[in-house]
């Protein structure tokens, strides 16, 4: 790939890093990333992806842009208020950086949809709200082998592991979605808003890591924060062998929209 | 008996405990809320009565997060 002049003043600090150099950041030029859920955790992640150059930044998301959003969700401002989600998100990205191709897909993720969106990308972000969609992507990146981050945040606390094909998948640590009952209810439990930022910086990071080829990606392993005591910790684990849909004898062969907990369909 | 609790040592009274009373010396009140690993091992919901932790062992409690719409526990 030749630079242009522009972009490698633009992209220099990257350049000069020794384990990027002009091949990393031709990786991350020729890379496509989707990001689905433009939230908290999509907005800083949608943002440093955009920053470093990536070719290809998918955006998916059903959802308007609403002011209890705007607490955490960066990439959206006042004056979004009630415009797409995505719209908003690839508006802020087109002016960051015109080198990005922006594709957007205004709807929700299903059983249906999600393979046919994923496969062409190189790398997937979860930065979903709900766990039906959670274990959605993470059954659809195991079956056609694609690379995820996972990322969870309550109240100050934050979790986020990466999957790779032969590693441990999501579902090899949660089995399956938490019983309705389970879930207290939505009358919102709470987040710090900058929550939403330290985990969507560490999973843009792990994508950026993927294209460039570099480093230890988060795979079998959770990385745990907790941002009142500012501890960061790491679980370790291997591949379950009972593990539903990446086990030795698994049971979901096929995807399945697994059951919204009630409280979250309004 | 010492053991360890996501990485920081606890000390339990006992010579040995079971998963289930673990979790609730740890005040984990919903147990379908969490995923234990003993020793790099996950432990089946159904087994968290009869696995036993023992002197030394290594215990890991991991718990759903979601998108800040979901509660992890009653507390």
């Given amino acids: 790939m030749d630079f242009s002049e522009e972009q490698i003043e633009r992209y220099s600090r990257h350049i000069i890093l020794a384990d990027v150099g002009p091949e990393g950041q031709e990786a991350i030029m020729n890379g496509k990333v989707l990001i689905i859920g433009v939230g908290g955790l999509g907005s800083p992640a949608a943002f440093y992806l955009a920053a470093a150059g990536v070719g290809t930044i998918g955006l998916i998301d059903g959802d308007i842009v609403d002011l209890t959003n705007l607490q955490r969700q960066i990439i959206h401002t006042t004056p979004d208020l009630n415009k797409a989600k995505v719209i ?3 508006e802020k990205i ?5 080198d990005v191709n922006t594709i957007v ?19 997937v972000i979860d930065g979903t709200d709900n766990f039906p969609t959670k274990f959605l992507i993470n059954d659809a990146c195991v079956f056609i082998q694609k690379p995820f981050s996972h990322g969870g ?6 979790q986020t592991m990466t999957y790779t094909p032969g590693n441990a998948c999501y579902r090899c640590v ?7 009952d389970a879930v207290p209810s939505c009358s919102q439990a709470g987040i710090l808003g900058s929550i939403a930022g330290i985990l969507g910086t560490i999973q843009a990071t792990e994508a950026l890591k993927y294209l460039i080829g570099i480093g230890d ?14 501890n960061f910790n790491t679980v370790k684990f291997k591949r379950n062998m009972d593990c539903p849909v990446c086990g030795d004898k698994p049971t979901i062969k096929e995807l399945i929209d697994e059951e919204q907990a009630a409280c979250d369909l309004n | 008996m010492k053991i360890k609790v996501n990485g920081k040592d606890q ?29 790099e091992k996950f432990i089946r919901k159904e087994d968290f009565q009869t696995v ?3 002197e030394n062992d290594e215990v890991d409690f991991l718990f759903f997060m979601g998108g800040g719409k979901y509660s992890n526990s009653d507390e």
């Fill in chain 1, 174 to 180: 949660f089995n399956g979605p938490p019983p309705k």
């Fill in chain 1, 88 to 90: 908003s998100a690839k």
């Fill in chain 1, 217 to 230: 990606l988060l795979t079998n392993r959770m990385l745990i924060f907790d941002a009142l005591n500012m």
């Fill in chain 2, 11 to 39: 000390e339990v009274k006992k010579t040995s405990i079971s998963v289930y009373e673990l979790l609730s010396e740890n005040k984990v009140q919903r147990i379908d809320m969490v995923s234990v690993q003993l020793n």
């Fill in chain 1, 94 to 98: 087109e002016k960051l950086n015109p």
């Fill in chain 1, 105 to 123: 897909y205004q709807k929700l993720i299903t059983s249906e949809n999600i393979i046919e969106i994923i496969k062409d990308y190189d790398f």
């Fill in chain 2, 52 to 54: 036993l932790v023992k």
């Fill in chain 1, 153 to 158: 945040i309550l109240r100050f606390d934050g």
